[in-house]
């Protein structure tokens, strides 16, 4: 049976997918039920295509099929998206997982199911009753477990163990281990997974028996995009809480790769674990994709090339870093520093002027009446979306195609949306009014700034160097320029927020600053200590996850996004406990608007309340007593009877006037004569929206007594 939908619209445009067509169900088959899977097969290269889309993908019916040469780097790239990731290391497993990968993703969760296997749609031995049907489980690991154990063929499951029982050296894999599962010494054991996403540190911890005095991480991760492989960063994560050192086995990372004699790679692994090497490989690991990947890196720092890799990985061929000393070098005598923000900032300048110099050429180029028609659309088009990556592409295969005397004028090479970065430290942020952000926030420039903290997490204290000297909140004043697209990032804390950023702040038409933390002294800085000060500088506060993007109001979006996931939970349970904000604890996901609103629109909302009131006091009528009616109402019932109530006061001759009781400042109540409060209780026995803070205010200070009951 093929039960996956033919219906391919949600990625219609990622480079290198292709739509594996087959027959659909009826649609009667899926009445009250999830819809059916969307299969679609993609190069593993073409996945960082997907990086806008990754919050709807994790939340649809997808199936990612990503064939993979070995490989694995770029699919764990996407390990923090949210998406499910499955793995297969031949046509066989390949075959029952697809099963379940196509269950999950009926629910409503999107799956990337990769590994060494040929793309197929079939899904043989089940019905759509089974595909249909909700996994059992309360989370969605315990789905996976429930769907591998209801497959007609349960041959594979989320896991494969081997070897002893109780070893004292755990391999945990992630990759092709067959061979080396029957070759496995008496005191090893083996854990191999099948669902590499959900994985959580306790799920690892459980992984790994007591006993084991060293856990090998091997995996197929040839071209990681930081220092560490991503499962041995999981590993190395699900023990970050444990503060009694004799409670963590020793863990080493290992590089799988082809394994001609599995013997021959058991005794790698065992002198690899006697001499505590790490990291090591097993087998034979082709250079070609390394050689080829270093080939595009840009020459920085070495603290710098665990973002400089993420840039490159993202941005490919289009990514220009102005300040990488060993491409631009100052002219001879020049006092000015190749790595200085104010030589970056001057060549990025340069860079826009000559392609508004190269707009200008294309305009004439359009205006000829020799330009052929086909190289005249191309163009107008990229003048239109000359950010576009595809639209330039499209424009310079015109160009150099064209026969027309305008084209050849034109350099096709020109037509490419260069990714300008300029890579700077903690230390632009002692003094902002004079540092190269200042001068990129000031000029508006199309530019993109990468701040990376390497200082080592602290407690927050006060901060006791001279005011010169004193670090400032970079984030805080590149978004009160207002021009600016903000992020704050930690690879080492959430991967795809930080890959996410990235690509945002490239889209970002102005200019774009990325803070990045990476508590790392050194080279020599072990992971564990990364992610403990990475984790808890993220927990704490002092290095918080979020991005700012002015443009998001323009597209009913919020301009704040807080990506802290710790933050919110404990703002969702602070705000949860009291009651009087419990709307707005539901709509915590919006919270950013209240983020973004200034302490100064208090103060101005108050002075349009004063206003409001001198104004209806002046206006209203004169020849009775004064007479003040408040409501609180949500339903409206209550502000149409307080109303309602105020007209026929006025009839009678009372200078009466109605306001919400939210719009009187409560320093005014003691004012007023006589008052008439109409109200009624909403929800579940809440004070109504639009009287809440003058009953709190009334509350705080003990003004209950202005009232006359």
Known sequence: MAAYSAVYSSIAGVAGASAVRSPVLPLTTFQAAPAPPTLVVVAAGSLISLLPQLRQLASSTVVLQVPTQGDHSQVLALRGSGLALVYSATDAQAKSNSLVAAKIAASGRGVVHFGEFLPSSELAGVDAEWLTKAAEGADLAAQFDSAFASLPSPLYQ????????????????????????????????????????????????????????????????????????????????????????????????????????????????????????????????????????????????????????????????????????????????????????????????GAANQRDQLKAAVRAAVADSSLDEVTAKALTAWLNKDRDARVGAAAAAAVSASTSPAAKALNAEDFTFKSNWIIGSEAWSHDLGASGLHHALSTGADVNLLLIDSTPYELPSADKAAPSQRRKDAGLYAMTYGNAYVASVAVYGDFAQTLRAFSEADAYPGPSVVLAYLPAASDETRALEVLK??????????????????????????????????????????????????????????????????????????????????????????????????????????????????????????????LALDDLPVEDLPLEENVAIFTSVAGQGEFPQNGRESLYLCFSRVLLNCFTY
């Open 158 to 349: 989320a896991k494969a163990v081997a070897g002893s029982s109780s070893p004292s050296t755990l391999i945990l894999a992630l990759g092709q281990t067959e061979s080396i599962a029957s070759s496995l010494p008496a005191e090893f054991g083996l854990v191999s997974l099948s669902v590499y996403r959900p994985l959580s540190p306790a799920a690892i911890r459980e992984l790994i028996p007591a006993g084991v005095k060293t856990v090998v991480v091997l995996e197929q991760s040839y071209t990681n995009l930081t220092k560490w492989s991503p499962l041995y960063l999981d590993v190395v994560g699900a023990f970050a809480d444990s503060d009694d050192a004799d409670e963590v086995p020793a863990l080493l990372s290992a590089t799988l790769g082809q394994v001609a004699d599995a013997k021959d790679a058991v005794k790698q692994i065992e002198a690899a674990v006697a001499a505590g090497t790490n990291p090591f490989t097993v087998g034979k690991v082709s250079t070609a994709t390394a050689v080829e990947a270093a080939a595009t890196q840009v020459s920085v720092p070495k603290h710098e090339a665990t973002y400089t890799n993420l840039l490159t990985e993202v941005f490919g061929s289009r990514l220009w870093v102005a300040n990488a000393p060993a491409s631009l070098l100052p002219p001879s005598g020049s006092s000015i520093s190749a790595t200085s923000p104010e030589y970056a900032l001057g060549h990025v300048l």
């Open 533 to 658: 000060a990475t984790k808890k500088a993220i927990e704490i506060g002092t290095w918080p996850l979020y991005r700012w993007d002015p443009s998001a109001d323009a597209r009913g979006k919020d301009v704040f996004e807080l990506d802290s996931e710790k933050i919110k939970a404990d703002l969702r349970t602070f705000l949860d406990r009291q009651n009087h904000l419990t709307e707005l604890s539901a709509r915590l996901p919006s919270f950013g608007e209240a983020l973004e609103s200034g302490a100064g629109t208090a103060m101005v909302a108050a002075q349009k309340r004063k206003a409001k009131a001198a104004f209806e006091a002046l206006s209203g009528a004169l020849e009775g007593p004064p007479l003040l009616v408040l409501f609180a109402s949500d339903g409206g019932n209550a502000e149409k009877l307080a109303k309602k109530f105020t007209t026929r006061a006025r009839v009678r001759g009372v200078a009466a006037r109605a």
